[in-house]
């Protein structure tokens, strides 16, 4: 898998992939099936695994379902970087200049370490912030219409 294309997934990217959302699956499950081949890596933040477990529309996951979605997490295609210090030395300054919430700055951190393609994410507040020096030149954008 040494050709593979990196690509972040920010929380809502799982969570809308979860939950099927109208609107955006079509655009998550193409990645998804490209990563099942072996094309691509989803990367994430070890953070995300929290995030989730309160979705959208299911609101607060029961145990069973909870354990669904941890088993998701666990396919060889998604890659977990854990929160550590170097994320958060990486994190603190982009909560100062880039103002967002120290949660969107650990996943903007984490994409930046792992050095990714893009970083897909559906917040226009992050998607905002895309190519800024701040953040190394990330591009974040939402993931791509098939």
Same mark, same amino acid.
């Given at each position: 898998m040494s050709n593979e294309r990196r690509l972040y997934w920010d929380s809502d990217a799982f969570i809308d992939f979860i939950e099927q959302t109208p609107g955006r699956i079509h !655009? @998550?499950?193409?990645? +998804?099936? %490209?990563? $099942?081949?072996?094309? &691509?890596?989803? +990367? *994430?933040?070890?953070?995300?695994?929290a #995030?989730? =477990?309160?979705?959208?529309?299911?609101?607060l996951l029961d145990e069973q379902t909870e354990q669904l979605v941890a088993d998701f997490f666990e396919n060889d295609y998604i890659s977990i970087?854990? =929160?550590?210090?170097? &994320? %958060? #030395?990486?994190? !603190?300054?982009? =909560?100062?200049?880039?103002s967002v919430k120290p949660p969107d700055a650990i996943q903007i951190a984490t994409a930046i370490l792992m050095e +990714? #393609? =893009?970083?897909? *994410?559906?917040?226009?507040?992050?998607? %905002?912030?895309?190519? @800024?020096? $701040?953040?190394? #030149?990330l591009k974040i954008a939402e993931p791509p219409e098939p």
């Open positions: !655009r @998550l499950q193409p990645i +998804v099936t %490209a990563a $099942e081949r072996g094309s &691509v890596l989803i +990367v *994430t933040s070890a953070f995300t695994m #995030e989730v =477990v309160k979705l959208k529309n299911l609101g970087r854990n =929160v550590d210090r170097f &994320v %958060a #030395e990486r994190a !603190r300054p982009i =909560v100062r200049k880039c +990714v #393609e =893009v970083m897909h *994410t559906f917040d226009s507040k992050l998607i %905002a912030l895309s190519g @800024l020096l $701040e953040i190394d #030149e």
